[in-house]
């Protein structure tokens, strides 16, 4: 268990409970601590300030350390004692004022029931017809609208779906195709640990911290068993079509062959994701599927690496639990967590109902998705497909739609969660159990961010205020903002050598809104009252983001010291109030 942060056992997703052991399968030691299972012996910490050496020699020789190492990136250690308690190590970090935060490392277990041949018969979550599915005749329509939304897109390999869970079967022939291969070799650090991993390897295992992430869940197959839902090849012939049926997913293995694990590990996954991302070619990382969780083991490190996960640009799917319990009022994590770019998922059967074991919440589970009975890949040799319910199973049915979405639609996180969140089928057994009311509606979400007439507006101007030559001496400098939908761009001025036209260029140039070209800008030089001389408009034209979607524009120029000349600006701007553009509508 090297590596780990506040740790409770996770709990996959699904039906069989697995009760809490003092001693699990591959070693994992624990403890309970206020009715929680926490990992024995260890505990997360944060340093407010360094620890000279001296008082570091305090804290291993008090706490009787044997290990002290890093966990994730976002500056948590794992402090691992010989002979103490978590408690007695809590109590310890808790006498020395450098370290602000400490927690344990809590454990987190699955509850799992395991019970394009079979599309027809079996995805009743991707195109219900009425098929009876475990014994239920479905109600026609209670799906997804996977059919109408695949002759949009069927998705595209330029984007990788994160599996954080027991690993994935990455040799399962009905998505191997589909599963992320590095391109070379490569070394990345987790925690301040180098990860070393060849070429044509498929993820990583944060238990052994190496770089194979074969699922390894005997009779669950848990994490192949969610890479199916979200990115199974389609229309290939044999087995199952995923929501995805072009994607690309990466083993993140942080739960053991018993579905156990711990916060650390999982922290230690999403950070090895965050640095292939932004030190490997051909690893877009922008969903991330987390079907486990645990409850009141609320961890701020593991709340911290999920926000810098969103600050990576990358959308957390996470399962809302499975006892049929009020989120709101009892917490499950990390579907709990007050992060921007979480998506907690309810489960609902083939008829619309809400699953009777699905946990639920007005404020704290945002949608419901299909869970019971899903079909879906296990273990190649191993009966190769398998029916599971649970939140885990609804989970990737909206990871897999965060990447299909994005396929299609220049999208940051924000704006695919808010597809995704505003485009769901108003649903009876939902409404006042999640945020939304409704089941996901992939084509639904598609549609809003594919269809529509692009809208521009060429108001936004910069002139002259006053005609040159200008004050010999009186230099006026400083910037020109442009405001996008809230996003600031700027523009260094000098009178000395800029006009309006290259003030306007400068801008236009830097304009990319949500990094992926929803809005451009452009500029056309028009005439001004200087003989000889021109102002400039910027255009903007923006992708429609939806029905009526709202553009606000304006300028703004500020002077700036030294050479400011605030009493002779030679510049100005229009409009210096709020504008609107409405980037088409369905």
Request: include cysteine; aromatic fraction near 10%; hydrophobic fraction near 35%.
């Amino acid at each position: 268990m090297q590596g780990n942060t506040y740790t409770r056992y996770f709990r996959l997703i699904l039906l069989l409970i697995v009760l809490p052991l003092p001693v699990l399968a591959q070693g994992l030691r624990t403890e309970n601590l206020n009715g929680n299972q926490v990992v024995a012996n260890q505990i997360l910490v944060k340093l407010g300030v360094p620890l000279p050496s001296q008082r570091q020699a305090l804290l291993e020789y008090s706490g009787d350390l044997d290990e002290i190492i890093g966990v994730g990136g976002a500056g948590w250690l794992l402090l691992h004692s010989r002979s103490k308690k978590v408690q007695e190590l809590l109590n310890l970090a808790g006498t020395f004022p450098e370290i602000p935060n400490a927690e344990p490392d809590f454990v987190v277990h699955a509850i799992n029931t395991p019970n394009d041949q079979y599309f027809a018969s079996h995805l009743w979550a991707m195109n219900n017809t009425g098929q009876t599915i475990q014994g239920q005749a479905g109600t026609p329509g209670a799906d997804i609208k996977a059919v109408s939304a695949w002759d949009i897109t069927t998705g595209s390999r330029d984007f990788v779906i994160g599996i954080v869970d027991s690993g994935i079967d990455y040799n399962h022939l009905d998505f191997a195709s589909n599963v992320w291969s590095a391109p070379n070799a490569f070394t990345v650090t987790v925690g301040g640990r180098s990860i070393s991993c060849a070429a044509e390897s498929h993820g990583f295992n944060a238990i052994t911290n190496t770089c194979d992430p074969m699922d390894d869940n005997t009779g669950v197959w848990h994490g192949t068993h969610v890479s199916g839902t979200a990115g199974s090849l389609g229309s290939n012939s044999i087995g199952v079509a995923g929501v995805n049926w072009a994607t690309r997913l990466m083993g993140l293995k942080c739960l053991d062959s018993t579905g156990h694990g711990s916060t650390s590990n999982a922290i230690n996954a999403i950070e090895f994701a965050i640095q292939v991302k932004n030190n490997v070619g051909s690893s877009n990382v922008r969903v991330l599927n987390n079907s486990w969780g645990c409850y009141g083991c609320f961890s701020q490190a593991l709340l911290d690496e999920i926000n810098k996960a969103g600050s990576n640009n990358m959308l957390f799917a996470a399962a809302a639990g499975n006892d049929g319990t009020n989120n709101d009022s009892t917490p499950f994590y990390p579907a709990n967590y007050n992060a921007n770019n979480i998506i907690a998922v309810a489960a609902t059967d083939n008829r619309d109902a809400l699953w009777s074991s699905s946990n639920y919440g007005a404020s704290m589970v945002d949608l419901g998705a299909p869970g019971v009975g899903i079909y879906s890949t296990i273990k190649s040799g191993q009966g190769d497909y398998a029916f599971m319910s649970g939140t885990s199973m609804a989970t990737p049915h909206v990871a897999g739609a965060g990447a299909l979405i994005r396929s299609a639609c220049a999208f940051q996180t924000a704006n695919i969660k808010a597809t995704i969140l505003n485009n769901v089928d108003p649903v009876p057994s939902l409404s006042g159990k999640t945020v939304t009311g409704g089941r996901l509606n992939l084509y639904q979400a598609l549609r809003s961010c594919t269809v529509g007439t692009p809208g521009s507006t060429t108001y936004p101007q910069i002139k002259y205020r006053v005609c040159p030559p200008f004050q010999t001496g009186k230099t006026d400098q400083g910037y020109v903002f442009l405001y996008v939908s809230g996003i600031q761009y700027s523009a260094h001025y000098n009178s000395n050598y800029d006009t309006p036209v290259s003030i306007a260029n400068k801008l236009a140039t830097s304009i990319n809104y949500d990094g992926e070209g929803i809005v451009s800008a452009s500029v056309t030089p028009m005439g001004s009252s200087c003989s000889g001389k021109n102002n400039a408009y910027i255009t903007l034209t923006a992708k429609a983001k939806g029905p009526l979607t709202n553009y606000p524009f304006y300028l703004k120029l500020t002077d700036m010291p030294p050479g400011g000349c605030y009493a002779c600006p030679y510049f100005s701007v229009a409009p210096t109030a709020t504008f609107y553009l409405s980037g088409g509508h369905n």
